[in-house]
């Protein structure tokens, strides 16, 4: 079981494509924008995520995570939680991108497995305003790389 009492992360707001926030290393993050409009677009950027631990036996606690490169499945969702019902709409993957895996947990089973990744995107050539986000992906989304944990 994942432990994500500790877990913190680097949080970029951007309103209308221009930094407005940056909060570092921190386990939530808000931001209040005033005087939007219709046209107004928001996006929040998590990265650098840390501080979570997988559970350990005894007194001995938790270990942390060793972080690794896969490439996802064209098609596969990126979401908040790992939960296609709660989990919010993130992006979707292409064959070309690659991401860096941060974290497991469980959420919703797919075909058989609860396992599900969190991780950020690295590389997106096709679609490069995708590179810094972060959520979850089924481990069936996962086409290649050697989770080390």
Known sequence: M??????????????????????TQVHSSTFTITNANASTVVDLVVSDYSGGSTG????GGGTSYISWVAAPYTGFIMRSLPDTATGAFIASMGNTMQLTITNQGSGEQISGSNLWYYGSITAAPL????????????????????NPN
């Open 127 to 146: 679609a490069p305003n995708l590179v810094g986000l972060s959520g979850w992906i089924h481990s069936s989304g996962i086409s290649s790389g050697t």
């Open 2 to 23: 994942n432990d994500w009492t500790n877990a913190n992360a680097t949080f970029k707001w951007y309103v209308n494509s221009v930094l407005a926030s940056t909060n």
């Open 56 to 59: 350990g036996g005894g007194s």
